[in-house]
């Protein structure tokens, strides 16, 4: 089986994002790593993989930096790496959708696994655009799969229920928690990684279609109230809770 | 998440690799080990359902050869690794440090081909579990009078006597025992399955609960020839075992320092005594200045040990400095971190304690802090004050 996985790297998760005096996003004290809905995508590649033989490509988008979320799926056990070089990871998902699928469609993949959303910026748009630029279905939020000959069955997280789906190979598939429990790197395969050649390939970008005019902080949050320390504040509480945060 | 202790730009000092291997051990023990290490050092259990996950990641038998199914790393990430799994708890790095250096390193060691062919590779994907046993009831600093003894028969070795205070002991399913035989104290692997070999668990303990410790008894017990290993002969050969574990344990202690380290800053930040944090008074802040300064300093020593150890110029007398210092600076760090932490600093809620008690075995096991010193002592001056 050929499969293929489109991972971003992304700040870690308990990043405190600093913006700069043009609002931009400060990355020099950024720790970056490689996003941790991918990690299911790779996850599931590999035991695919050694259920039925075959080959796990990764292929990322971005700068020189994107290389260390590179390594950290080679050191799962990916066997090669393709890099699309890049200044920046575009900001308008649709550009690197496109230089995606012209990478992709160069593979010949039976499947193609990435993350529901990269945890950044939070589009979700990925398996949505990937699947319609190669013309192949694309199931996203997968929380289990089954792949028979041609055929895939995925159950995917819908509100209130699980929904269940069939389609025919090759397939995009957008990798939601639950789907498994990613392993640990290796040594041996930490040591292997470094070994394997990234594939840096040029490739030109579309204009982006979207602009992002500033990013600005959270709104501070308001401070709390505390309205008792005894039984005797809970008529209040519910008062409060009622009428004034409407949430009872 | 713990993110470790870069003060002096240490990072710097790793490959990318070595730094791999650091965060993936870390993260392993932050999301896999630290939520439930309370409840196991309670219990007082080591969590035998780790084990496979300490094989597949490779940390049994890091710097053993990959053809016997073992990992094939350097000794500075093999000290990079047990740091992390000591900043977890000393237990869990204890396992790992006697699976590896106390059983795998002697059979690779000293071992036959077909002894390494048959144990290695089930060692290191964690199916069998090893103990190693060198400490008796009436001889533990100084080993080399030992009781243990085997008598020759027609194919094999009878074995008597008893081992005790040793890791692993009834979760073993191999022992590595050194015994004095007419020739001198030999290696022999002794199946825990066999006929007149017991264990028994030493209850009670106060330190590395999350640890397994018991006796070894043999009484007739049956060993065949080819169970001894053939390349160890004289006290010199368990010496070099230990000095493989004490590394580890010089790098793991710094973890447990840095663990202790971490917990404390934090809660000195955020608790408010006299109008201000903690961490803004001059005590604190000493305290806190004076395990930095240790950390950097065990951090520095455990990185020039491990370049050493791996162009193989690590000599005996470098090794007990390292364990001695850094086991006694990680001690008294905890001591010094827990107090920061009041009263809370004495609950299951911190880990700090946990550490403080742990580092006491650690501080007598694998030789005593002042039998490095007399070691140390004894390479410095030229004269013995112990042997
Ligand atoms: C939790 C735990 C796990 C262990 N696991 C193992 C294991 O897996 N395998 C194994 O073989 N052993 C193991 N040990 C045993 C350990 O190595 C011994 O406890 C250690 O060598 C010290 O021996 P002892 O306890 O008999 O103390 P002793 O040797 O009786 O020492 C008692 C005190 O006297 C001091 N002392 C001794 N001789 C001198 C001297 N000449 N000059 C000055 N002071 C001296 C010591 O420093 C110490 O302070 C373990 C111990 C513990 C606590
Ligand atoms: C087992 C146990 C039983 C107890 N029993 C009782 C009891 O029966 N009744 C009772 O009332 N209390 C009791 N206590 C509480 C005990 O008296 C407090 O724990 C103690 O006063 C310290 O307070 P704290 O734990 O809040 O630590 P904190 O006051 O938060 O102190 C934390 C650290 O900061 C240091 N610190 C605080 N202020 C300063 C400063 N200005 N300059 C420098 N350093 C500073 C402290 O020395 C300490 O190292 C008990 C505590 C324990 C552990």
Known sequence: MNIAVCIKQTPDTETRIKLTEAKTVDESDINFILNPYDEFAVEEALKLREKFDGEVTVISLGPDRVNSAIRSALAMGADKAVRIKAENIPTDPNVTAGALATELQKGNYDLIFLGKQAIDDDHAQMPALLGAKLGIPAISVVVKLEVEGDKLTAEREIDGAHEIIECSLPAVIGAQRGLNEPRYASLKGIMKAKKIQINEIDAELSADQLQVVEFNYPPEKSPGKIVGDSADAVPELLRLLHEEAKVI | ?387
């Open chain 2, 1 to 387: 998440m713990f993110k470790g202790f870069n003060f002096f730009s240490t990072d710097e000092l790793l490959s990318e690799e070595e730094r791999m291997v650091r965060d993936t051990v870390r993260q392993f023990v932050t999301k896999r080990y630290l939520p439930l290490a309370a409840a196991w050092h309670n219990k007082a259990e080591f969590p035998l359902e780790v084990i496979p996950e300490l094989a597949k990641m490779g940390l049994l038998g890091v710097t053993i050869p990959e053809k016997y199914g073992a990992s094939g790393s350097s000794y500075y990430i093999y000290g990079l690794a047990m740091q992390e799994l000591e900043r977890g708890d000393s237990g869990l790095r204890s396992f790992a440090s006697v699976q590896g250096s106390l059983v795998m390193f002697p059979i690779y060691r000293y071992g036959s081909e077909a002894q390494k062919q048959k144990w290695l590779p089930q060692l290191a994907s964690g199916n069998k579990i090893g103990c190693f046993g060198l400490t008796e009831p009436d001889h533990g600093s100084d080993p080399g009078g030992m009781r243990t003894t085997p008598r020759k028969t027609e194919k094999g070795w009878l074995l008597n006597g008893s081992k005790m205070w040793i890791t692993n002991a009834t979760i073993a399913h191999i022992a590595v025992v050194c015994a004095q035989t007419d020739e001198g104290i030999r290696g022999f692997l002794v199946e825990t399955d066999r006929k007149g070999f017991s264990q028994n668990e030493i209850k009670g303990k106060y330190s590395l609960r999350a640890s397994n410790t018991g006796e070894l008894i043999f009484e007739d017990c049956f060993v065949p020839d080819e169970n001894r290993l053939p390349e160890a002969k004289g006290l010199s050969a368990p010496l070099s075992c230990l000095n493989e574990a004490r590394y580890g344990i010089a790098w793991g202690a710094t973890g447990a320092a840095m663990a202790c380290y971490n917990e404390a800053l934090k809660y000195a930040k955020s608790r408010i005594q006299f109008g201000k944090p903690i961490a803004a008074f001059q005590l604190t802040q000493h305290k806190l200045v004076e395990i930095a300064s240790e950390i950097v300093k065990a951090q520095l020593l455990n990185h020039q040990l491990g370049r050493l150890k791996d162009a193989g110029n690590a000599k005996y007398y470098h090794i007990s400095m390292a364990k001695r210092n850094n086991v006694h600076q990680a001690l008294k760090a905890a001591r010094s971190a827990r107090t920061i932490l009041g009263a809370n600093g004495i609950t299951d809620e911190y880990q700090t304690v946990r550490h403080l008690l742990n580092l006491e075995s650690v501080y007598t096991y694998e030789g005593t802090h002042d039998i490095h010193t007399l070691i140390v002592g004894e390479y410095l001056t030229g004269s013995s004050a112990f042997r």
